[in-house]
Nanobody, 118 residues
Framework: QVQLVESGGGLVQTGGSLRLSCAAS????????AGWYRQAPGKQRELVAA????????RYADSVKGRFTISRDNAKNTVYLHMNNLEAEDTGVYYCSIENPRSGVAYWGQGTQVTVSA
């Protein structure tokens, strides 16, 4: 069973920065696309950023473009989310997920809380 462990969440002031990390167990990571999702209180989970298996392509939610950067290190089985200029609306639980682009099999982490205060 693949496990994903997120870290790096916390409390930060508006305008601050955080870096989230998600480490995957096993040896499948390099063949899976990866993404970060978030769920704010009372709202549905939404895709924040995604990256292809090689890291060559990325995409972002409009609300985070220019502020967040997704990256991955396949040698370390880790995907990152660099978050700059954080806003109160970025508050939520952030989840990482990896998905096999052919089979659709996906795995999820347990989530890490990000709270942005004014």
């Amino acid at each position: 069973q693949v496990q994903l462990v997120e870290s790096g969440g916390g409390l930060v002031q508006t305008g601050g920065s955080l870096r989230l990390s998600c480490a995957a167990s096993g040896n499948i990571f390099a063949s899976y696309g990866a993404g970060w999702y978030r769920q704010a209180p009372g709202k549905q989970r939404e895709l924040v950023a995604a990256i292809t298996t090689s890291g060559a392509e990325t995409r972002y939610a409009d609300s985070v473009k220019g502020r967040f950067t997704i990256s991955r290190d396949n040698a370390k089985n880790t995907v990152y989310l660099h978050m700059n200029n954080l806003e109160a609306e970025d508050t939520g639980v952030y989840y990482c997920s990896i998905e096999n682009p052919r089979s659709g099999v996906a795995y999820w982490g347990q989530g890490t809380q990000v709270t942005v205060s004014a």
